[in-house]
């Protein structure tokens, strides 16, 4: 019995057929504006035009050079993936404190509105170091809407 599934999974390793694990992968916008289609090609009309560039969107499917995405507020589309990059952002989803230092106990130097767009400079532990128009300082990694890996 345990023979035959662990042959099940190579099975479905080998057609690569992902996990229901899977992690999910972000992408941030890379121009100040962008047009999310309806479907993959240039053929399809223009659903949406996002004007926020960084701004981190969800990858939920791929189709040559398209991806499909997800944006936060539920939207989603089709992107050309040359006007996507690596993820670099990451948006709030309820109010947080900025701090001086990765600590509850540091130095609290803004309070931070649902829905900012924070520019990831580096993360360790459960901390990252972000920018974010005239601020930089240190947030907690909870709701959160992006990766920071």
């Not at 504006?33 to 479907?39: H, I």
């Not at 040359?82 to 230092?101: A, D, R």
């Amino acid at each position: 019995m345990i023979k035959k599934i662990a042959i099940w999974f190579l099975c479905l390793s080998i057609l690569g057929v992902q996990t229901l694990y899977a992690e999910d992968k972000f992408l941030s916008l890379k121009k100040n504006k962008t047009n999310v289609r309806y479907g993959p090609g240039l053929d399809y009309p223009i659903k949406y035009i996002y004007r926020k560039v960084n701004l981190p969107v969800k990858q939920i499917d791929k189709k040559e050079n398209w991806r499909r995405v997800i944006f936060l507020d539920n939207n989603s589309g089709w992107i050309h993936w040359s006007q996507l990059k690596p993820s670099n952002s990451i948006v709030t989803m309820e109010e947080q404190n900025l701090f001086k230092k990765p600590s509850n106990f540091s130095e609290p130097l803004a309070k931070l509105e649902k829905g900012r767009l924070l520019i990831i400079k580096k993360c360790e532990d459960n901390w990252c170091n972000i920018t974010t128009n005239e601020f930089r300082g240190w947030v907690k990694v909870k709701n959160i809407w992006g990766s920071v890996k």
